[in-house]
């Protein structure tokens, strides 16, 4: 009994992350679903967390969680350097850590000199102070004990640190940057990409971009490149764990050659209940059981009344299913959507389902109907985000648009909302994020007896515009829906309403 006591002691620990219980030892994750408090990776294999209700949770992998809570380190050798959260609150402001080493300011825990204002961020602090082998360089690369100004040739930043170099190449590179994979497996892109730091690979270099944040890359510096398909990422972006693909490298002996990951070939989401041959050899599929609905659903051609579909939500055209004893209906390509899929926002792959009530992860709506879902992040899509691909052909702009996923908020063109995942045009300034990418291009209101066609620009040169339903005025950048018609202007939120993808 004694003995059990000991050990259950042993899985719980006292942190500084939560200073009233104890982090609990919560066996193996095997998913990557959760974020490490410690140094904000997903937290793979062994894990401790804070079980209590009502508590954040503070995941730590188990090797963040048992980080000594101070150590001597040769670089500060006068002061003890005692562990801490990545940003301490003095009273006044708050104060970020600044690693010494990397230059810094990371979300990361660091150890700190409070006398000195020294700090080091943990992965740094365990970073070797002998020769370093980095996968990406040739040679060894040795530490400099001393803190000056100096350029990274990976990160490409400036300032004053601790750097490691290389004699022979004379090449000066932050403790962070030598750490950096060789190859990485992006979710965006089908082949392994190469980190290389040589400008003398690339012919243009002011043209350039990243296919990830769709922002400019500086070709002087490391970044992540597949030569096959003239494919750039940024280090960080390529890094990232959102963009980050959980695979082996190793299991490859061709390193270039990852067997394809964003094509799910599985069982169809619905059963043949009934089916008829046309003269040319074409199946129609008369009736089936789908995974929606309950009852059997028929096809059929007849012009519906203001029907809505309960797979995508949206008003029901000709051909479409329908269930015969209620008020089920479902568009023919919404029965036929593949039961799971990848897409370039997540990680894993989505299992296509019917619910009640989520929020779409991308467009932010309230939804009913299918969704693609990954319940083990809470990661939800409904039917027309699932569609969209990582490079968009819109009506709205010229150029086509690149979905760019980053770290911060960027601000979409047509209705001025803020999201960190929009369409990028890599052309011009132009974005767009997905609530605007998925309005539909024609839609009805109420009562009026002609449709309205969504306008990408203003319906004329009088510099006033108002909203003939909430008689509100309109930014003129907006997009609008516009009756012609009529000549009847509306917001969008005025003509789909507060809650378009609830029926």
Request: charged fraction near 20%.
């Amino acid at each position: 009994m004694e003995q059990e006591q000991e050990q259950e002691q042993e899985l719980e620990l006292l942190h500084f992350c939560d200073s009233k219980h104890p982090l609990v030892f919560g066996g193996i994750d095997l998913y990557g679903s959760r974020t490490c408090c410690g140094c904000q990776e997903l937290v793979y294999g062994p894990y401790y967390w804070c079980s209590r209700v009502g508590c954040p949770a503070y995941y730590h992998h188990k090797s963040c969680a048992e980080l000594p809570l101070g150590l001597h380190h040769p670089l500060h050798p006068i002061h003890p350097l005692i562990l801490s959260p990545y940003q301490i609150d003095y009273g006044k402001d708050i104060q970020f850590s600044n690693c010494l080493l990397c230059n810094e300011s990371r979300n990361q825990y660091t150890y700190r000199c409070f006398r000195c204002d020294f700090n080091l961020h943990f992965t740094c602090a365990s970073l070797p102070l002998t020769t370093m082998e980095a996968e990406f360089h040739d040679h060894p690369l040795t530490p400099i004990l001393k803190s000056f100004t100096f350029t990274c040739d990976i990160c490409g930043k400036e300032g004053k640190g601790m750097p490691y170099l290389c004699n022979l190449c004379s090449f000066w590179v932050h403790g962070r940057c030598a750490s950096f994979p060789r190859i990485v497996k992006v979710v965006r892109h089908k082949h392994l990409l190469h980190l290389t730091h040589s400008s003398l690979e690339f012919h243009q270099p002011d043209s350039r971009f990243c296919q990830i944040c769709v922002q400019k890359v500086d070709t002087r510096y490391g970044l992540y490149y597949c030569s096959r398909c003239n494919f750039f990422a940024h280090l960080n972006c390529a890094i990232d764990s959102r963009n980050k693909e959980n695979i082996n490298l190793k299991e490859f002996k061709d390193v270039d050659e990852v067997p394809e990951l964003n094509e799910l070939v599985d069982s169809a989401t619905y059963e043949v209940k009934k089916s008829n041959m046309k003269e040319d050899g074409t199946q129609i599929v008369e009736e089936i059981e789908h995974i929606s609905h309950w009852h059997d659903l028929k096809l059929t051609n007849e012009v519906p009344n203001n029907q809505i579909c309960d797979g995508c939500v949206r008003a029901i055209l000709p051909p479409y299913y329908s269930c015969v004893k209620c008020r089920f209906f479902l568009h023919e390509s919404c029965a036929k959507l593949p039961p799971k899929k990848r897409h370039p926002l997540h990680q894993h792959p989505l299992i296509l389902r019917k619910s009640m009530s989520f929020w779409c992860s991308a467009c932010g709506r309230h939804c009913n109907g299918l969704t693609y879902a990954c319940e083990k992040c809470w990661f939800f899509l409904d039917v027309h985000c699932s569609l969209i691909s990582d490079i968009l052909t819109h009506k709205g702009h010229e150029h086509p648009l690149i979905l760019s996923y980053t770290t911060h908020k960027q601000k979409c063109s047509c209705c001025s909302n803020e999201s960190d995942q929009v369409f990028r045009c890599s052309t011009c300034e132009f974005a767009l994020d997905y609530k605007c990418a998925t309005l539909p291009h024609s839609t009805r209101y109420n009562q009026h007896e002609h449709p309205f066609t969504l306008c990408y620009r203003p319906e004329d040169d009088s510099g006033e515009y108002y909203c003939d339903i909430c008689e509100e005025e309109r930014d003129s950048k907006e997009w609008f829906y516009y009756c012609e018609d009529c000549s009847y202007p509306a917001h969008s939120k005025c003509i789909l309403g507060r809650y378009p993808n609830l029926k």
